[in-house]
């Protein structure tokens, strides 16, 4: 909240006048769509750790699914292999610096992707976040 001290200076017939009024002013923050992961990565008593589930539009009709935020000591290459294989698509690992391993598949795999996670005993429905569209 932000107050802001003013000077109105209004004119009726010949004579001015001036007020000194208060504003207060409530400046919305910008929305971050991504937030929510930042807060996740404090691990702390009682935080979930979401499996977040992204498509990203590429050209014309391609696009990308991501996963990110699985358990660092299970083997991405072992689950992007399955992964491919049932969803007869190409797929690969990428190492970000912020956000740590993340698998790419080609196409929407959105949902076939969460039922796989779920299927496999990888993660629980709940801790599952699918994002886009």
């Known amino acids: 909240m932000i107050e ?17 009024v208060d504003i207060e002013v409530q400046i919305p923050s910008a929305f971050d ?14 935080v979930k ?3 977040h589930i992204r498509i990203q539009q590429r050209n014309g009709r391609k696009s ?3 996963v990110q935020g699985l358990k660092k000591e299970l083997s991405y290459e072992k689950i ?4 491919k294989k049932e ?13 740590g ?17 779920i299927r496999a005993g990888i993660v629980k429905k709940d801790q599952i976040k699918i994002h886009g569209f």
């Open 49 to 51: 750790e979401y499996v």
């Open 87 to 99: 969803f007869c698509c190409n797929g690969t690992v990428v190492q970000d610096k912020e956000l």
């Open 33 to 46: 769509p991504f937030s929510d992961v930042d807060q996740d990565s404090g691990g702390g008593a009682g």
């Open 80 to 83: 992007l292999k399955d992964l």
């Open 4 to 20: 802001i001290k003013t000077i109105i200076e209004t004119t009726h017939l010949h004579s001015k006048q001036k007020f000194m």
């Open 101 to 117: 391993k993340v698998i790419q598949l080609q196409g929407d795999q959105r949902k076939n992707v969460s039922a796989f996670l």
């Open 64 to 66: 990308l699914t991501t």
